[in-house]
């Protein structure tokens, strides 16, 4: 019903990109009016935080050469590819680099979006006034864009094989509104 909004009405997911809402605004237009008489209701999302993201990852790049650099003919040169849902051990890091904790290959990597605030060093700002906005308005309505960094690098171990490692990581970036628009129409 109207003012009752179901998880599933505050996250959109496509093409690898993830939209939360924390603030939503609701603007009814009555049958016969305009959008210049409608009068917009605004509510939080109060279970925003609880939303868990799912991340795999998986690259398949040119074998370099024993000196380091890439193949000559890098379309038809041996590769080296692997997946965090088999062979990388990911190791999710914090704004300065530091380790918050290891996910095991094959493991399901997940986080929060309190995980995600805290690995951008963002930790707590959700609700505090966001100083990228002109006012200084609370987070919570501006929102935040993150990128979601992975840095992968290869370890040998005595020659008996390779083992893969990446970091994960997350960026804010300077975007200071996030939002997304939704129209329904309501059957008269």
Wanted: charged letters at 20%; one cysteine or more; a negative charge.
């Amino acid at each position: 019903g109207s003012g009752c909004w179901q998880p599933s009405e505050v996250y959109d997911g496509t093409d690898g990109q993830l939209f939360v809402a924390t603030h939503l605004r609701e603007t009814v237009v009555s049958q016969g009016g305009t959008w210049q008489t409608a009068t917009p209701r605004n509510f939080f999302v109060p279970f925003a935080e609880a939303f868990t993201v799912g991340v795999t990852y998986q690259y398949n790049v040119p074998k370099p050469t024993w000196y380091g650099v890439a193949p000559y003919n890098v379309f038809s040169a041996e590769r080296i590819s692997a997946s965090s849902d088999q062979n990388i051990r990911t190791v999710i890091v914090d704004n300065d680099g530091e380790e918050l904790r290891t996910v095991q290959p094959g493991s399901e990597i997940l986080l929060t979006v309190n995980d995600i605030l805290k690995m951008a060093g963002q930790e707590g700002k959700l609700d505090r006034s966001n100083d990228l906005a002109f006012d200084n308005p609370i987070t919570r309505l501006t929102g935040m864009e993150f990128m979601l960094l992975v840095d992968c690098t290869e370890a040998h171990e005595n020659d008996i094989g390779q083992k893969s490692v990446c970091h994960l990581s997350v960026r804010r970036s300077s975007t200071v509104w996030t939002r997304q628009q939704r129209g329904d129409f309501l059957p008269d």
